[in-house]
Every structure is written in C-alpha cells, then in structure tokens.
C-alpha cells in the first residue's frame, strides 16, 4: 500500500472506549492455530488499486479455483483499499457502490472454499481517503464478523505524524510518543477483534516503523510488514528480500515477517527475476499473497506461483525463516532448515551477466555427503562430497533441496 496522506495531526489517544474484558495479548494458541504457516492468497491491490470491484474479487475467487492455486493453498481473497462507502447514522460502515453488499460477497468467496480478506486503517482515513476505522475499532471487528471476514490487513496511513519507517512528520510529536500511539491503535484492534467470535488473520501494514518485528506479536499481529511497499521491479523487489536478513529470529507459527505481496505475473520483471522472487519469498517463509490479475494470467505465471515444491519450502511445518550464509559479490546464498532435516538452498545472482556460482555444503552444516535437487526444474542432481558449482542467469535463482545421502 502507497503511504500517502499523512498530514493529519496525530489525534489517537489512550481515551477510546472499548468493552471491557477483551483480550489485550495475541500470541496465544489460538493465533498460532490461524496462521500456523504463512498465510497464501491473493490481494487486490497492486493490480487493481484502489478502482477494486465486487466483480474483480469474484472473479479472482473463481480463477483461484479454476486455476487450480486453491488447491495449492492459495485460500484468502483479500480486498485492498477502496472498498469503503460511508457510515451510516450508528456509525456502522457501509461499503461504495462498486461493492454494494459485503455479506454477499463474503458468501460467494467462502462458497468457493475460500476466505474473505478486507483492509481499514487505525486513522480516519485509509491510503487513498476511504473512511478509516479511528474511533470504530469495536464496531467494525464487530462487522467484519458479521459479514464473515476472515482476514484483515490494517494499514498506518493516516495514523497523525507518523510516515512508515522515516520518523515522526512533526517535531512536536516526540518518536517514543508517536511510537507508543501507534502500538496502542494496533492492539486495540486486537481487542476488538478478539471479541468477535471468528477467527480472523490480523496483518500488521506499518512498514516496519519503530522495528515492528520486536513488539508486533505481543498487540496481536499474525504477520507484520518490515519494509515499504515493494514494485513491480527486480532491484526494488531483491534490496526487500535480501534486507530481511537478521529478522529470521521473529519468524514462526502464528507470527511472520511480511516483506509485502508478490508482484509475479505483472509484467514488470523477466521471468528468471519472478523466479527470484517467488524463490526468495519462499525461503523466507513469507505470506504468499499474489497480487496480478488471475483472469489473464500466462502459463509462465501459474507454473511459478502453483510450483508445489516452492511452496512446500514456504510452508514448511517447522515455520523457519532462511538466513544468508554468505555472499561474494553479485551472488547470494541463502538457507532455509525444514522440519524434515533437509534445506532449501537459494542460489542468487545480481549481476547483468551469468554467474559461476560455487557452494561448500559444509558451511551449511552439512559435514558428509548430500544428495542435491533443483526444485525449479524438478532434476535429481545426484550426491556430492562437499562442493557443488553451477551456472546461475542474470537476475536469476538456482533453488536446491539439500538433504544427507544415504550411505
């Protein structure tokens, strides 16, 4: 989501009411039983932006099934920004005319054995000038559960001085005061939606400001955003995944790192730079949120997003995110444990050019021999003592499951 319109004097206090006794912690078994892996699906926004309509989410959802990427795990329809119409006199929020009845779109998406996403902001106004939840935190969880929400993804924006990760737009607003607001917005979200009796997905949209992934858990999220919005680009999309580094100890059932939705299939990087994409995604054990349009989508696309053995590595039941083993110039290695005592292995080159890339499995904690398989083109490589070189393409990705051989 674009951060715009963050101009607003900060007018968020400790004073809204909320009913009392609701929960004010979330890493409880129940939040790690909704997103026991990390969450997959699709979102509207970096397709269709904020001119989103009921037609365009129902057809999504039906190309969800068709495609057959339910199957492979993609579940949540997630509706982004410009939904929203006004409120009525109670104050209860009425969706625009481009989506008329939300009740009725949520049964159609979970007709489909899919779930319903929705998106609002702890300000008074989302990204692009919607109506925002500020004063309605309750109110609204209260409606998301009667429509049948399954997911909700709250986005800073409009929070008063607060501009993503870049500090505090007002000198008068000290960071530690900004910092404190904004934590105390997001767990009384998670109040409210702990008093609605559905489980629903709270995705933290905040841009990593005040180091998110140390306190996001603790208000409730189930997934929490580390950086700015990614772009349909290849250096954009890689400086996102590769600054995930040293985050990987925050990672794990119920609570991931977010570097932001896939950009595979919009048209703006070469098919071996989706490759990275999906490929370091995958290794970060990242949510799996597509967000082209699933109508038109090529072959190409459906074979990077639904490659089985991809998404095994990011929904691997031990919940680990990789780390980078190390790098040499252009070229990156990183490393993912499973839960199974194998790893997947990503090879990455930055450069314009192909490169020779060479790894000693040793480092990776691997002391005898190992059988190597390429994950993208499904070859059994064989064993290897220690070492194992390969060509890796501009802009490219060599993913490797790495396991002990049998002696």
């Known amino acids: 989501m674009k951060i715009r319109k963050l101009n607003l004097a900060f007018a968020y206090g400790a004073g809204v009411a909320i009913a009392p006794g609701l929960i004010a912690h979330a890493q409880t078994s129940s939040t790690v039983a909704i997103a026991a892996t ?21 057809a999504a959802a039906d190309a969800l099934v068709e495609s057959g990427m339910r199957d492979a795990g993609y579940i949540y329809v997630n ?31 979970h007709s489909k054995g899919l779930k319903l996403g929705i998106y609002s ?12 939840s500020l004063g309605h935190e309750l109110q609204d969880a209260q409606t998301y559960g009667e429509w049948g929400v399954d ?80 772009r349909d680009n290849y250096q954009r999309m890689i400086n996102i995944g590769f600054s995930q580094n040293g985050l ?15 950009e595979v299939g919009n048209g703006g990087m070469s098919h071996d730079e989706y490759l990275s994409h999906m490929s370091l995604w995958a290794l970060l054990a990242a949510p799996l949120l597509a967000g082209n349009d699933l109508r038109t989508m090529s072959d190409d696309t459906r074979k990077i997003l639904m490659n089985r053995e991809v998404i095994e590595i990011d929904q ?22 499973l839960a ?48 194992f070189s390969t060509l890796v393409p501009r802009h490219g990705v060599v993913l490797l499951e790495v396991r002990m051989a049998s002696k």
């Open 79 to 109: 509706v982004d920004d410009g939904w929203q119409g006004t409120r009525d006199a109670s104050g209860r929020i009425q969706p625009n005319s481009r989506f008329g009845d939300m009740k009725a779109l949520s049964d159609y998406i």
């Open 121 to 132: 902001s702890p300000g008074a106004q989302t990204c692009t000038g919607f109506e925002g």
């Open 248 to 262: 990987e100890k925050y990672a794990g059932p119920g609570h991931w790192n977010d570097p932001d939705m896939l």
């Open 151 to 230: 997911y909700l993804k709250y986005d800073l924006c409009t929070l008063g001085g607060i501009i993503g990760t870049y500090g505090p737009k007002s000198k008068e607003i000290p960071y530690r005061d900004t910092l404190a607001q904004m934590q105390h917005a997001y767990e009384l979200m998670h109040r409210a939606l702990a008093s609605v009796s559905r489980p629903i997905v709270y995705s933290f949209c905040q841009y990593g400001f005040g180091n998110s992934w140390r306190w996001a858990a603790s208000d409730g999220a189930n997934l929490w955003r580390t950086t700015g919005d990614i």
């Open 316 to 337: 691997d039941a031990a919940g680990i995110q990789a780390h980078r083993a190390w790098s040499e110039g252009t070229t990156e290695i990183w490393v993912k444990q």
């Open 38 to 58: 990390p969450p997959m699906g699709w979102s509207s926004w970096n397709h269709f932006g904020e001119k989103v309509t009921a037609a365009d989410v129902k």
């Open 340 to 387: 199974d005592g194998s790893s997947a292995v990503g090879l990455f080159n930055q450069a314009d050019w192909m490169a020779s890339v060479d790894v000693d499995f040793r480092r990776l904690g691997f002391p005898g021999k190992v059988y190597v398989r390429n994950v993208w083109t499904k070859d059994d490589l064989g064993s290897f003592a220690h070492e």
